[in-house]
């Protein structure tokens, strides 16, 4: 090959390689600063320690911070649009839950598709929702609150930690399958609920295993069951509700997103960061202890839970005529 050649050659990759810098930035010091998390709900909660703890690990294994910033609302409607809303960069990620899968059945009229405004990095953990009450509660069993709410409908309350979340749904099904009128509380999350719980402001929650198992080991909230369809073994002797109102099945998961056309390249770098994050023992302690199981793959795989969730819950919302209150 000619110099004259080459050197058209290599000013041809050139070209190309500054082409697509500029469609969106050089990646080989991929990251190269702190990188942030969103958190769509208020802090203390299981979401937040949950993203708290994969975020200390990622960080390890990207040698950036990874920065946790909490945005509660609207049933984490404004953590998630913060994210659609970010450049498509690899700095602003968000860990998002079962409101991702439900709200657009929920809510209409979202800032954002929920199908085309995200990019999937990995789901993380799944895990069941658990029905608790404070320990001073009269109510021990599923029968006691079913008995109790026939008795006096609307007066027993539920709360939550936003409208669409876990803990809302759970709440809806459990009234909608029992055939009793529960009133549903929300709040800006689940640290703020359970503080009510505990007050005895609001009767009881269902709420995600990583939020309701400190408390519970504590002995300041007491397990009434849990929302799966088998027996946990980090709620050792707690009945499934399922056990006294047969098909009531409802499963909490997280899941890492990116805002959608963030560079395959980075997304592969962001799930490589979770994978090795989920596999020190610090993070496997801390959700094999509230219930959960580590469930980390592909991004593909996190697309696909989700949109089957999607279908499941949009099913279920019809059938049973949920609605948000």
């Not at 809510?107 to 404070?134: E, I, K, M, S, W």
């Not at 009881?204 to 027996?231: E, Q």
Request: aromatic fraction near 6%; glycine fraction near 10%; proline fraction near 7%.
């Amino acid at each position: 090959m000619s110099f004259q050649r080459r050197l058209i050659r290599s000013g041809i990759i050139l070209l190309g390689l500054w082409g697509s810098c500029l469609a969106f930035p050089c990646l080989a010091g991929y990251p190269e600063k702190p990188i942030r998390m969103i958190v769509p709900f208020a802090p203390g909660g299981g979401t937040d320690q949950i993203s708290r703890a994969l975020g200390a690990g990622m960080a390890k294994d990207l040698e950036q911070p990874v920065v946790i910033e909490n945005k509660p609302g609207a049933g984490t409607v404004i953590g998630m649009d913060t994210v659609a809303r970010s450049a498509a960069d690899g700095y602003t990620i968000v860990m998002a839950t079962f409101a991702h899968a439900v709200n657009s059945g929920l809510q209409p009229n979202l800032p954002f598709d929920t199908d085309t405004a995200f990019a999937p990095v990995a789901l993380v953990a799944r895990g069941p929702n658990v029905l608790a009450v404070r320990e001073e509660s009269p109510f021990k069993s599923v029968s006691d609150i079913i008995a109790a709410a026939m008795t006096k409908p609307g007066v027993l309350t539920y709360a939550s930690q936003g409208n669409g979340t876990s803990a809302h749904l759970a709440g809806e099904m459990f009234s909608n399958l029992a055939r009793i009128e529960l009133t549903h509380v929300p709040y800006r999350g689940a640290g703020p609920a359970m503080t009510d719980v505990l007050g005895g402001q609001v009767d009881m929650i269902f709420g995600t295993a990583a939020a309701v198992s400190p408390l519970i080991s504590s002995g300041k909230l007491r397990a009434i069951a849990i929302t799966g369809t088998s027996p946990s073994a980090a709620f050792s002797g707690v009945p499934t509700i399922s056990a006294t109102i047969p098909g009531y099945s409802v499963e909490s998961w997280y899941g890492l997103y990116a805002p959608a056309a963030t560079p395959a390249a980075v997304i592969e770098v962001l799930n490589a960061a979770v994978q090795n994050a989920v596999k020190s023992p610090q993070f496997i302690n801390k959700v094999e202890q509230e219930g959960l199981t580590i469930a980390v793959g592909t991004p593909l795989a996190l697309e696909q839970y989700v949109q089957a969730e999607q279908a499941r819950w949009r099913t279920i919302m019809t059938e049973n005529k949920i609605r948000l209150q």
